[in-house]
């Protein structure tokens, strides 16, 4: 398995929809996630961390961690057009100090 | 503002010719990373640093070379080494948590 993996997409939901974006991961990243936005073109913004197992709420996301599983998960409510990106998962490579090792990232398309 | 900058936005490279791209922060971060980005590919680790005068090589180190003399700058060189340079490359910088990313330094090979 890859150390984290994510489904390349495209996931397409129409306008208020909730996106559900999921992630699996492999023993060789750390406790510590991080979901980041990536519009076209530019660089990754940091979205959202979760370190402990259960949800976290931010505004309209939600990240959810089960380590039990190895998967980290994503919803985003009432999905709009801006949230069209991609949205990479990452977590600290624990053979790499506090450097972070990502999936490839899977591309949202929200339609209005 | 505190932030990263990453300098040129735009560069090109010439066969044979090495080539360095600029970053610095002014977060006070200790960390700070390069990463390379292929069209339809995630991030991938060229070098990292969590501390002045010190720096790893990550998963494509091959052809680059860094160096870390000030916590502010991580200035890394594309050198002829590397066969295929043409890549968006993001600088990063972390306190523990997150790294923050410059807006990139996307390098063409003419």
């Known amino acids: 398995q890859k150390e984290v993996e994510q489904n390349s997409g495209p996931l397409s939901v129409p306008e208020g929809a909730i996106a559900s974006l999921n992630c699996t991961y492999s023993?060789?990243?750390?406790?510590?996630f991080f979901w980041y936005r990536q519009y076209s073109g530019k660089s990754p913004e940091l979205i959202m961390s979760?370190?402990?197992?259960g949800d976290k709420e931010d505004g309209r996301f939600t990240a959810q961690l089960n380590k039990a599983s190895q998967y980290v998960s994503l919803l985003i409510r009432d999905s709009q057009p801006s949230d069209s990106a991609t949205y990479l998962c990452?977590?600290?490579?624990?053979?790499?100090?506090?450097?972070?090792?990502f999936g490839k990232g899977t591309t949202l398309s929200v339609s209005s | 503002d505190g932030g990263i900058t990453q300098s040129p936005k735009y560069l090109f490279r010439k066969e044979g010719q090495n080539v360095t791209l600029s970053c610095e922060q002014n977060?006070?971060?200790?960390?700070m990373y390069w990463y390379r980005q292929d069209p339809g590919q995630g991030l991938r680790l060229i070098y990292y640093?969590?501390?002045?005068?010190?720096?790893q090589k990550g998963d494509i180190a091959e052809g680059y070379s860094v160096s870390r003399e000030k916590k502010e700058s991580f200035p890394l060189t594309v050198t002829s080494a590397q066969k295929n340079p043409t890549a968006f490359y993001l600088c990063?910088?972390?306190?523990?948590?997150?790294?923050?990313f410059g807006q990139g330094t996307r390098l063409t090979v003419v």
């Open positions: 990452a977590s600290r490579d624990n053979q790499a100090g506090t450097a972070l090792i």
């Open positions: 023993d060789r990243v750390s406790q510590s």
């Open positions: 979760i370190y402990s197992n």
């Open positions: 977060l006070n971060h200790d960390a």
């Open positions: 640093s969590q501390i002045v005068n010190d720096f």
């Open positions: 990063a910088s972390s306190i523990g948590t997150g790294a923050f």
